[in-house]
Protein backbone atom coordinates (compact mmCIF):
# COMPACT_ATOMS: atom_id res chain seq x y z
CA UNK A 1 0.00 0.00 0.00
CA UNK A 2 3.13 2.17 1.16
CA UNK A 3 4.33 1.81 -3.05
CA UNK A 4 0.56 2.89 -4.32
CA UNK A 5 0.65 6.06 -2.08
CA UNK A 6 4.57 6.76 -2.92
CA UNK A 7 3.82 6.09 -6.62
CA UNK A 8 0.73 8.66 -6.36
CA UNK A 9 2.45 11.43 -4.18
CA UNK A 10 5.56 10.94 -6.04
CA UNK A 11 9.07 10.72 -4.69
CA UNK A 12 9.68 11.14 -1.26
CA UNK A 13 9.59 15.34 -1.69
CA UNK A 14 6.68 14.65 -4.34
CA UNK A 15 3.10 16.50 -3.84
CA UNK A 16 0.02 15.39 -4.85
CA UNK A 17 -0.98 16.39 -8.29
CA UNK A 18 2.22 18.13 -9.62
CA UNK A 19 4.16 16.12 -12.74
CA UNK A 20 4.43 12.58 -10.12
CA UNK A 21 1.42 10.68 -11.90
CA UNK A 22 -1.77 9.32 -10.63
CA UNK A 23 -4.90 10.81 -9.52
CA UNK A 24 -7.17 10.28 -6.20
CA UNK A 25 -9.03 8.62 -8.60
CA UNK A 26 -6.75 5.70 -9.56
CA UNK A 27 -5.85 5.06 -5.71
CA UNK A 28 -6.68 2.34 -4.18
CA UNK A 29 -9.26 2.69 -1.27
CA UNK A 30 -7.96 1.36 2.52
CA UNK A 31 -9.78 1.73 4.86
CA UNK A 32 -8.42 3.01 8.64
CA UNK A 33 -8.45 0.11 10.38
CA UNK A 34 -5.98 -1.11 7.40
CA UNK A 35 -3.59 1.60 7.73
CA UNK A 36 -3.43 0.93 11.40
CA UNK A 37 -2.83 -2.97 10.62
CA UNK A 38 0.61 -1.27 8.57
CA UNK A 39 4.34 -1.93 10.67
CA UNK A 40 4.84 1.36 11.94
CA UNK A 41 7.43 2.49 9.84
CA UNK A 42 5.61 2.10 6.89
CA UNK A 43 2.46 4.24 8.80
CA UNK A 44 5.59 6.81 9.77
CA UNK A 45 6.46 6.61 5.93
CA UNK A 46 2.90 7.47 5.31
CA UNK A 47 2.53 10.61 7.30
CA UNK A 48 5.81 11.94 5.57
CA UNK A 49 4.25 11.26 2.35
CA UNK A 50 0.93 12.92 3.75
CA UNK A 51 2.75 15.98 5.32
CA UNK A 52 4.96 16.47 2.19
CA UNK A 53 1.91 16.88 -0.21
CA UNK A 54 0.79 19.56 2.29
CA UNK A 55 4.15 21.58 3.16
CA UNK A 56 4.44 21.42 -0.80
CA UNK A 57 1.16 23.76 -1.05
CA UNK A 58 1.43 25.82 2.07
CA UNK A 59 -0.94 28.73 1.00
CA UNK A 60 -3.26 25.89 0.97
CA UNK A 61 -3.22 26.53 4.85
CA UNK A 62 -3.59 30.45 5.80
CA UNK A 63 -2.39 31.85 8.47
CA UNK A 64 -5.20 33.31 10.89
CA UNK A 65 -5.10 37.02 11.25
CA UNK A 66 -4.88 36.92 15.07
CA UNK A 67 -1.96 34.44 14.75
CA UNK A 68 0.12 36.59 12.18
CA UNK A 69 -0.49 39.59 14.76
CA UNK A 70 1.07 37.83 17.40
CA UNK A 71 4.13 36.09 15.64
CA UNK A 72 4.49 40.29 14.60
CA UNK A 73 4.38 41.29 17.86
CA UNK A 74 7.04 38.38 19.22
CA UNK A 75 9.74 39.22 16.31
CA UNK A 76 9.18 42.85 17.66
CA UNK A 77 10.02 42.30 21.13
CA UNK A 78 12.49 39.75 20.05
CA UNK A 79 14.30 42.32 17.69
CA UNK A 80 14.33 44.74 20.42
CA UNK A 81 15.97 42.50 22.87
CA UNK A 82 17.35 39.56 21.63
CA UNK A 83 19.59 38.94 24.40
CA UNK A 84 16.37 38.56 26.59
CA UNK A 85 15.65 34.93 25.94
CA UNK A 86 17.44 31.86 26.84
CA UNK A 87 19.63 29.66 24.70
CA UNK A 88 18.78 26.29 23.08
CA UNK A 89 20.74 24.52 25.23
CA UNK A 90 19.41 25.95 28.30
CA UNK A 91 15.76 25.76 27.30
CA UNK A 92 16.18 21.53 26.20
CA UNK A 93 17.81 21.37 29.80
CA UNK A 94 14.22 22.68 31.45
CA UNK A 95 11.97 21.17 29.50
CA UNK A 96 14.37 17.65 30.09
CA UNK A 97 14.07 18.07 33.97
CA UNK A 98 10.28 19.02 33.68
CA UNK A 99 11.32 22.78 35.10
CA UNK A 100 10.30 24.86 32.35
CA UNK A 101 6.88 26.22 33.85
CA UNK A 102 7.36 29.27 35.78
CA UNK A 103 4.40 31.21 38.14
Do not use: H
Request: glycine residues 10%; hydrophobic residues 40%; contains cysteine.
Amino acid sequence: MIAAVAQYCGPAKGYLGGSSGGTLGSMKQVSFSEILELPVPERIRLVELIWDSIAAVPEALPVPDDLKAELDRRLSDFEANPEAGSPWEEVRERVLQGTWRTG
